[in-house]
């Protein structure tokens, strides 16, 4: 096997076996319904259905994963994409702005959009979706994006695999696959080390605290280009950003953003989610 193919085998088998763990979770729920007192009914009711709907999303995924994996071929390509965001705020806010479907999107503190994520979803599995997105452990469910530039081009489709493991994957617009993501811990620190990995080795990073939210987004010499918060509503735009949960994003570099960092973050963003 490849590289690519051996990394999405082995997604396919986690989102299978967590799959597999949520629909036999669903099941005890509800065989047990009928041993329940009247008051524990409906919360038994809702864990079942809300077990059964993330297990029937990570067996799906899983299973297109797997079949995926004997198709896909090569490793990963270099990303030529020029795309650049010449110049951004200070502060931004990187916010979900629906909750039935995952769209994410990179906003200056009037409300200007630089960019966004949109799920994909087609037309016939879109009621399958609207309930996944409200009836679903969201963190755990596999989901596939499009990133749209501030000119609504189409830059990179992104992979978002499900599971207990979370890992993501980029593709250019030619469908080549072209970085991923991957994790680590400071020993030191304990801090939660994320990489954006390229055919030629990691070019950035996010390193912070998990459990607070704050994360460092450096480049592959160190350089630190961003500062993001999670749940961290601006003050100047709090009517416009307070009903959508995101990151309050801090440049520290602001102009000449490459495409690949955006994405790194849309990416961040959708583990959150």
């Known amino acids: 096997m490849t590289m690519v193919q051996q990394m999405i085998y082995e997604d396919a088998r986690r989102q299978l076996m967590a799959g597999a763990f949520f629909s036999m979770t669903s099941f005890i729920f509800i065989v047990g319904l009928i041993f329940y007192r009247s008051g524990s009914f409906l919360i038994a009711l809702v864990y079942s259905f809300i077990f059964s709907i993330t297990g029937i999303a990570l067996l799906k995924a899983g299973y297109n994963?797997?079949?995926?994996?004997?198709?896909?071929?090569?490793?990963?390509?270099?990303?030529?994409?020029?795309?650049?965001?010449?110049?951004?705020?200070?502060?931004?806010?990187?916010?979900?702005?629906?909750?039935?479907?995952?769209?994410?999107?990179?906003?200056?503190?009037?409300?200007?959009?630089?960019?966004?994520?949109?799920?994909?979803?087609?037309?016939?599995?879109?009621?399958?979706?609207?309930?996944?997105g409200l009836f679903s452990y969201d963190q755990l469910r596999p989901a596939v994006f499009t990133y749209t530039n501030e000119g609504h081009e189409p830059l990179y489709r992104v992979e978002k695999k499900g599971g207990f493991k979370w890992r993501g994957y980029v593709q250019n617009s030619n469908g080549q696959y072209v970085a991923y993501t991957k994790e680590s811990k400071e020993k030191a620190t304990k801090q939660r080390i994320t990489s954006y990995v390229e055919s030629g080795g990691c070019r950035w990073s996010a390193k912070g605290d998990e459990y607070i939210g704050h994360f460092t987004i450096k480049d592959q010499e160190g350089k630190v280009w961003a500062v993001i918060?999670?749940?961290?509503?601006?003050?100047?735009?709090?009517?416009?950003?307070?009903?959508?949960?995101?990151?309050?994003?801090?440049?520290?570099?602001?102009?000449?953003?490459?495409?690949s960092l955006v994405a790194f973050l849309f990416l961040l963003h959708s583990r959150a989610r």
């Not at 990963?76 to 502060?91: C, E, G, M, N």
């Not at 003050?235 to 950003?241: N, S, T």
């Open 229 to 259: 918060k999670r749940g961290v509503i601006p003050r100047e735009a709090a009517d416009l950003f307070e009903r959508m949960p995101g990151y309050l994003v801090e440049w520290k570099v602001r102009e000449n953003i490459p495409s």
């Open 65 to 132: 994963d797997l079949q995926k994996s004997k198709k896909v071929e090569g490793n990963f390509y270099s990303d030529h994409t020029l795309s650049t965001i010449k110049k951004v705020p200070a502060r931004m806010y990187m916010g979900r702005t629906t909750i039935q479907s995952f769209q994410s999107g990179l906003f200056a503190m009037d409300g200007t959009s630089y960019g966004e994520i949109a799920e994909d979803v087609e037309a016939k599995q879109k009621p399958f979706y609207k309930l996944a």
